[in-house]
């Protein structure tokens, strides 16, 4: 599509989105709400609040790659929804650019503020100002086949805690046949390898980012390349299928399923459908370890926010509010498999029986977001420098000329 | 023409002739104005402009183009849609005219034989670069089966891997996508030569080469010329199956341009450099197509 026409289509959707919002302008409260097209429980929640409330919610479901340029189009057009399900990397640069309702005075009287999962939390900030809170959360962990594990003599009750752990546990696994692999990585998806990849160094310890963001430390953090070699080594020992060095992520979920791979980094969104579509895959989680131990997650997912110019604030407010509450946390959220937004539900009696979802919910204790206005262009974007430099190191195996690399891009991106 | 006229409204003939051809022409002036004189306009002035996505605009004059020289990746992206340009359109041109020869006669069922050459054009190259993208598959794709039953792979291959391969496979898919058309069009300059010619080169004792030199190719000039023309615009504008069958990879190895001002303006929110940078093809896709038409005008 030539920028020609992808400028027409824009603007004759926000051509289109004006009428229907002049359109929806009646004497009652109506409200338009965006959300990218993710598996989480939005339509539900909007549902419950249209049954119980005399304002009614219009929910719009944008295909997730475009949700933020038509955003972006829709804000220059002057008619944003009232509320806007955002995924939390993009929030920063929303608030930069004065896009979203400062809503500190009412985030600070919330019972259970502290309680919302950090990550998030801190994605919704901008100059120690609120702007969004927690919506639909996410974290990454790890899943691992109980089956294999046994098959392997390993034991599925003491998963690994360490890199070395895991690579044992590769090893033993992928021996067990031509056709079994001790693990799966989409090494040509970004946005996959962020959520997945990263953790192994912040559970070290290490980040890609300085503390305030300010600088890339590539080169500067040791862990950065041992995280790369780790995962060299599991490539150069063959312990993935050669097939996921091209994967563009549309096997990062369906990859696990065939039942014949150890382990792979995962999201809570993939549990339901494992249960639900695979009922013989017998799988457990345990958190992303660090070299030596501890654990790390991607906080990942969306928060709600208020469009600047919308002339509902305060019921806005009112409905988003209500998402938060154990009412909507537990019997929408909880009740359909989604990891509440508030850490203390993770003991709900949905998850009790689960092992695994309680896992999964904990993952967002040590959930971590990068802050930063410039994440599409460092970490998802499929041509940026974070797959490249995971492409060089990891498939390439040429470590410290990817540390090179990735420093520069980075900092040529932070610096604008 | 115009047949009944209000009282009073007198136009002569030569006025109304004019009249008429005006309204004529009004539909395409009106849809060229809306849908490229105007979006041309304001991508001119968006190239001049520091123009997020949102957030503040701002004007900076020409600084847009300036940062054209020192983009490493517009260069290589350049670069890298000539390549492609040049290693795709020999083969879309020679098969095209074999294809054109084969189903040049109206012979019987011959009409099957077009339809099946030219059916990959009416799908769409997003449809069909993801229909490649399964056949080219490792596990489950149609090219790596028949590769491994006639045991000439040792093991399932990675076409869209390596950046080699990557090209050839993505020129394979497009030569299957597009010869259709070029026939087409070579069918049809073919078919508006005269038997009379041909056979009068026979009486003269010219052979297969002879005609296809001195008769073929000269008379169907303007023809190749606008086969080519369209063939080369194509190929400098491709962006779907690029941006579907390889994401720009392996290793950023396959991103056209089109793709990097895609990239530039919906993934970086950089509108205005997107602007300048499709300024600056409009200008190269110009004087391309000028080049073109100098080489293969009609001489008289």
């Known amino acids: 599509m030539s920028i020609r026409k992808s400028f027409l289509l824009v603007l004759t959707i926000v051509i289109c989105l004006g009428a229907l919002s002049a359109a929806a302008q009646d004497d009652e409260v109506n409200m338009t709400m965006w959300v990218r097209s993710i598996p989480f429980q939005t339509q539900a929640l909007v549902d419950q609040w249209n049954a119980n409330n005399d304002s009614q919610i219009e929910l719009t479901v944008i295909p997730s790659g475009e949700f933020v340029t038509k955003m972006g189009a829709a804000i220059a057009a002057g008619e944003p929804p009232d509320i806007a399900s955002i995924d939390l990397i993009y929030t920063p640069a929303f608030a930069a650019a004065g896009q979203l309702v400062d809503i500190t005075e009412w985030v600070r009287q919330l019972p259970y503020v502290d309680d919302l999962t950090p990550a998030h939390m801190e994605l919704g900030m901008y100059e120690g100002r609120n702007y969004a809170v927690p919506t639909g959360v996410d974290g990454s962990f790890i899943v691992y086949n109980i089956d294999l594990f046994e098959q392997a003599g390993l034991d599925p009750e003491n998963p690994p805690s360490t890199w070395d752990e895991m690579l044992e546990a590769m090893r033993a696994i992928d021996a067990l046949g031509d056709d079994i692999y001790g693990y799966w990585f989409s090494m040509a998806c970004a946005g996959c390898n962020a959520f997945t990849f990263l953790p192994f160094i912040w559970a070290s310890g290490g980040d890609v980012l300085s503390d305030d963001y300010s600088e890339a430390t590539i080169t500067t953090d040791p862990t950065v390349g041992e995280a790369l070699a780790f995962y060299n080594t599991i490539w150069e020992e063959g312990l993935v299928p050669e097939g996921a060095s091209i994967d563009n992520g549309s096997n990062f979920v369906s990859a696990f399923t065939g039942g014949n791979i150890g382990m792979a980094g995962m999201g809570n969104f993939a549990i339901p459908l494992f249960t639900n579509d695979h009922p013989d895959l017998n799988f457990g989680v345990f958190h992303i ?4 131990g501890g654990a790390a997650s991607f906080g990942g997912g969306d928060v709600i926010a208020i469009a600047s110019g919308s002339a509902h604030v305060e019921e806005a407010w009112r409905f988003i509010e209500w998402t938060m509450s154990d009412e909507a946390q537990i019997e929408i959220y909880a009740a359909n498999g989604q990891i509440p937004v508030r850490l203390a539900l993770e003991d709900n009696k949905y998850f009790e029986g689960d092992e695994r979802q309680r896992t999964a919910a904990s993952a967002l204790r040590v959930g971590h977001t990068p802050y930063t206005t410039v994440y599409n262009d460092l970490f998802n974007d499929p041509n940026g420098p974070w797959l490249e430099m995971l492409q060089v190191a990891i498939l390439d195996g040429d470590i410290e000329g990817a540390l090179d ?3 520069e891009r980075f900092t040529q991106i932070m610096e604008g | 023409m115009l047949t009944k006229q209000p009282a009073g409204f007198n136009l002569s003939w030569t006025q109304r002739r004019k009249l008429t051809g005006l309204l004529f022409v009004m539909p395409t002036v009106a849809f060229v104005t809306v849908f490229f004189i105007i979006p041309l306009i304001m991508t001119v002035y968006m190239s001049l402009h520091d123009w997020p996505l949102f957030g503040e605009r701002a004007y900076i004059g020409w600084e847009n183009y300036q940062e054209l020289s020192n983009d490493r990746q517009y260069l290589k992206s350049l670069d890298f849609t000539f390549r492609y340009t040049v290693l795709v359109t020999p083969p879309i041109f020679i098969l095209g005219f074999i294809l054109a ?6 012979i019987r069922y011959i009409g099957i034989f077009r339809t ?13 670069s993801l229909l490649w993208v399964w056949m080219l598959d490792d596990r489950i794709g149609v090219f790596n089966k028949i590769l491994l ?3 000439l792979v040792p093991k399932a291959q990675l076409f869209l891997g390596r950046p080699n ?7 394979l898919s497009v030569v299957w996508k597009t010869v259709g058309f ?5 069918l049809a300059g073919l078919q508006s030569i005269p038997d009379e010619l041909y056979e009068s080169a026979e009486v ?3 052979g297969y080469f002879r005609k296809l030199f001195y008769i073929t190719l000269p008379l169907m000039r303007r023809f190749i010329a606008l086969a080519l023309i369209l063939s080369v615009i194509g190929s400098v504008l491709s962006f779907d199956q690029f941006y579907i069958m390889t994401r720009g990879g392996p290793r950023n190895s396959t991103i056209s341009i089109v793709f990097w001002i895609f990239n530039n303006s919906f993934t970086y929110f950089k509108m205005g450099y997107g602007a300048a940078m499709s300024i600056v093809l409009l200008g190269i896709l110009v004087a391309l197509t000028g080049l073109q038409l100098y080489v293969l005008r009609e001489k008289e």
């Not at chain 2, 020869?101 to 109206?106: E, I, K, M, Y």
């Not at chain 2, 030219?118 to 069909?128: C, D, N, T």
Request: proline share 5%.
């Open chain 2, 101 to 106: 020869s084969l189903v040049r006669h109206n």
């Open chain 2, 165 to 171: 391969t990557t090209m050839n496979v993505i020129i």
């Open chain 2, 204 to 206: 003269d004792g010219a």
């Open chain 2, 149 to 151: 039953d006639l045991n």
């Open chain 2, 116 to 128: 099946i050459f030219f059916l990959p054009v009416v799908i769409g190259l997003g449809v069909s």
């Open chain 2, 182 to 186: 070029t026939m087409i069009l070579l």
């Open chain 1, 289 to 292: 370890p660090g070299k030596e």
């Open chain 1, 405 to 407: 690399l990735g420093q």
